[in-house]
């Protein structure tokens, strides 16, 4: 009896003093976590100092993503006997250069992916990855300074699919205007004088016209974490329905030396677009008839930075 006694006093003391221990290793990690965060907070303000200074500041950043998998006898899925696959990646890149009275920034995104679904005991099915997200686009804005924080300015952007149909449609996008940089990574375009041009093939519904353009982008490095949003939207001075606008916006987390998790989200109204597809089905649609549905992309994967 002595013995079972003895043996719960060692066990309560053990557990009381891990508790105790415990408690004091975390009032010491306490301040050190609080010493790191001002520390990165000195780092943070060091590197948009290092930022704002002139010349060519470039980097790159993508997202990968994808999927394999086979069933056989798997009789609880309408195939039973099928394979599938998702492969897509990201990129996006950036060159930019800044000087005392001019500025030229230059960007590009890459969005790619593949899909499969092969039947097994189908034998007319497509077995091939297909094209599922296919967006490309490329930009160039150069400024001259009026002040810091505004200048008059040129913007040239090109947006396309690559995989199939390229440049059907494409759209290019040339015009004047301002720009403000309120802060360092944030770019605000306003061109009140812009032209859309609309690439395409044989009879098509695509149209181009003068019109407005605005663009905010926001390009972020902070530690670890790469993020970057950009809202492009031309305003047709034609006819709305030419007009159209996109926001992409990516985020990287990178975990170990470049590698990490990132996600990609990108969202679209363009309802020229909804018209040639809405054509395939019905002759007959119009401007007026048509559902100009939101387009989405997104894709969550392994992440790196360049």
């Avoid at 061109?191 to 149209?207: A, I, Q, R, T």
């Avoid at 670890?224 to 809202?231: D, E, G, H, L, M």
């Avoid at 992409?248 to 597809?277: C, H, M, P």
Wanted: with cysteine; proline share 2%; glycine share 8%.
């Amino acid at each position: 009896m002595k013995k079972i006694i003895l043996a719960l006093v060692c066990m309560f003391g053990i557990t009381y003093i891990n508790a105790q221990t415990i408690e004091e290793l975390k009032a010491e990690q306490a301040p050190k976590k609080d010493s790191i965060a001002a520390l990165q907070a000195k780092v943070d303000a060091i590197q948009s100092k290092i930022d704002a200074f002139p010349g060519w500041k470039k980097g790159a950043f993508g997202t990968i993503g994808g999927t394999l998998a086979g069933f056989d006898n798997w009789y609880s899925k309408g195939s039973p006997n099928s394979s599938t696959g998702n492969i897509g990646f990201t990129v996006n890149a950036f060159a930019n250069l800044t000087q005392e009275k001019y500025f030229w920034r230059n960007s590009a995104n890459v969005n790619l992916s593949w899909v499969k679904f092969d039947d097994k005991d189908d034998d007319t099915d497509n077995s091939d990855f297909q094209e599922a997200t296919d967006v490309f686009s490329i930009t160039s804005l150069f400024g001259y300074k009026l002040s810091e924080k505004f200048a008059i300015s040129t913007l040239g952007e090109y947006k396309t699919t690559i995989l199939s149909n390229f440049n059907d449609p494409g759209y290019l996008d040339l015009g004047v205007g301002a720009t403000w940089t309120p802060i360092t990574d944030l770019v605000v375009v306003i061109h009140p004088l812009n032209y859309n041009f609309v690439f395409s093939d044989g009879d098509s519904n695509f149209e181009s016209s003068l019109g407005a353009k605005i663009v905010a982008d926001y390009t972020k490095q902070l530690g670890a974490v790469n993020f970057k949003t950009n809202f492009s939207a031309f305003q047709s001075y034609k006819d709305a329905d030419y007009s159209n606008w996109t926001w992409t916006n990516s985020f990287g987390y990178t975990l170990w030396k470049g590698i990490g998790v990132g996600f990609d989200l990108g969202l679209r109204k363009n309802k020229q677009e909804a018209l040639n597809y809405a054509l395939d089905d019905d002759e007959s649609a119009t401007f007026d008839t048509i559902d100009n549905k939101l387009q989405t992309y997104w894709m969550f994967g392994l992440n790196y930075s360049f």
